[in-house]
Each structure stands twice: as C-alpha cells, then as structure tokens.
C-alpha cells in the first residue's frame, strides 16, 4: 500500500510538472528546438517542452528571460508567449530584434540547440470570459503579441462572445506580424473580429492608414467609451503615453492622452 501511495504522489508530482513549466521565483534553461524567419527583423523562437507538457500560462500573462551580461550584471525582458495552452511539446516566443537591444540581440545570436533562461508567469491584465461585450486593442510592432495570446484565447473558447476591434500600427506594411492571420480571422469571424492597419512609411498601393494612431482612427474603428467595453494598448514607451498616458512603473499610472481625449475613463483602459 505505501509503494501504491508513493507511486500515485510521483504521478501527481509527474503531473504537476507537466502542467506548468514555469517558476516565477527560479530561472530556468529551455533549449531552443526552431527559428522562423517573420520578416527582416523579427523571428519566432520555438523552445521545447516535454512531449505532452504544454506552456499552461494564465491568460494576459508574461514571462522573463534573462542572461548575464559581459559585466556580471543580469540582462531581463518581459515577453509574452503566443502559443495557445492547447499546444504541447514547444511554446513560441516572437522576437523582433532592436539596435540597441540587448536581450533581443542575444536571442537572435541563439542557435538550435542553445537555451534561454526563462521564468514565471507574471499575470497582467485580469480576463474573464465575456467580461466585456467589446474590446478594443491598439498595438504597434511587436505590441501585437499580448493581444495576439488574448485574441487566440477567445477565439478558442466556445463560450466567449466578446467582440474585437483592433488597430495595428507598424512602420511600413512589410513590419506587419501576423497578417495573413489576422486577415483570415477578419474573414472567419465577419461580426467578432476587426481590425484596422496603419503605417507610418505607406507604399504607393497601401489602401489603409496613413500615419500615427489618432483620435479619428480610433472613433472610426474601436468601440466608443461605454462601461461594457475596455480598450488594451501596447507598444514602447512613447506611443503608450501619446494614446493613454505614461505608465508609473509596474502601475497603470493615470489615464491621459488622446483616450482621455474621447472620453474614456482609466477603469476602461490597461496598458501592457
């Protein structure tokens, strides 16, 4: 019988294992399985898990990578998985790569068979199925990839109504992450899922916005300010504060900018 009980604990602790990856107080090395080419500055970077061990991450949730630095110091980045908890055996991270930036330049430097230093998850935004009859998202560049672990959440869950409205702005078209899938949602879910391109550098053939976020765009194609709606935004440091106001530190901070502008209160708005 304690043989019995001492095998049903390990399988319990198997299971355990499986289910959740992640530590948020320890690092831990996963091995790099694939690299994607996106476009000329951003990879997807496939890590393994075990067989059928899936990434299992509350939803609007982050991890942090680390590595230590030439001067002994640890390097961290927040980043926040696309793949979906019903994928086993690898999670995606999607990386676009900065002059500047150090993390993003050390995982470009990965090659197959290399690992990261990863821990958490760290939750963000707190969703509910059906929470919200509407939710609108303004993302820029690598912006989309919260929004993009939200959106594949819904999606995937029967049960939830909630319709998106998304506007994605990037610095050319060729900058665009995920097009061809956002495009085939659009298409899919006609009622649900809308979502509004712009770029700064257009082609002679771009048909969609011109230029930075602004308070037409959002009017035209994100849901006005009512209590059964709540506008997310991510992007770096300065289109966060222009739309909604600076974020003080890992706090909210106050609401300002052009959703402040419209009308819309800090209670129907979070910033990434």
């Not at 919260?146 to 029967?158: G, K, V």
Request: hydrophobic letters at 30%; one cysteine or more; a negative charge.
């Amino acid at each position: 019988e304690n043989e019995e009980n001492e095998e049903n604990e390990e399988n319990e602790e198997n299971e355990e294992n499986e289910e959740d990856p992640f530590d948020p107080n320890t690092w831990q090395d996963f091995i790099l399985d694939q690299v994607i080419h996106v476009n000329h500055d951003t990879r997807v970077f496939r890590f393994k898990l075990d067989e059928n061990q899936s990434i299992n991450l509350p939803i609007c949730s982050c991890i942090v990578a680390g590595y230590k630095g030439s001067d002994g110091k640890m390097v961290v980045r927040p980043y926040t998985p696309t793949s979906s908890n019903l994928t086993t055996g690898s999670f995606d991270l999607v990386i676009k790569k900065y002059d500047d930036g150090k993390m993003s330049s050390h995982i470009h430097n990965l090659s197959v068979g290399d690992s990261l230093s990863l821990k958490g998850p760290y939750p963000n935004f707190k969703y509910e199925i059906n929470m919200k009859k509407k939710i609108g998202m303004i993302a820029g560049g690598s912006g989309i990839t919260p929004m993009l672990q939200l959106i594949n959440y819904i999606f995937e869950n029967l049960e939830d109504e909630t319709e998106i409205y998304l506007i994605f702005a990037n610095v050319t078209e060729y900058d665009i992450l995920f097009k061809g899938y956002f495009d085939l949602l659009a298409k899919k879910y006609p009622s649900r899922f809308k979502i509004f391109y712009t770029v700064d550098k257009p082609s002679p053939n771009w048909e969609e916005g011109v230029g930075y976020v602004s308070k037409e765009m959002i009017t035209n194609n994100l849901p006005g300010p009512d209590d059964d709606c709540m506008i997310l935004v991510c992007g770096n440091n300065s289109m966060i504060n222009f739309i909604a106001g600076k974020k003080d530190n890992y706090e909210q901070g106050e609401l300002n900018g052009l959703l402040k502008d419209l009308g819309y209160t800090k209670d129907m708005v979070y910033k990434f």
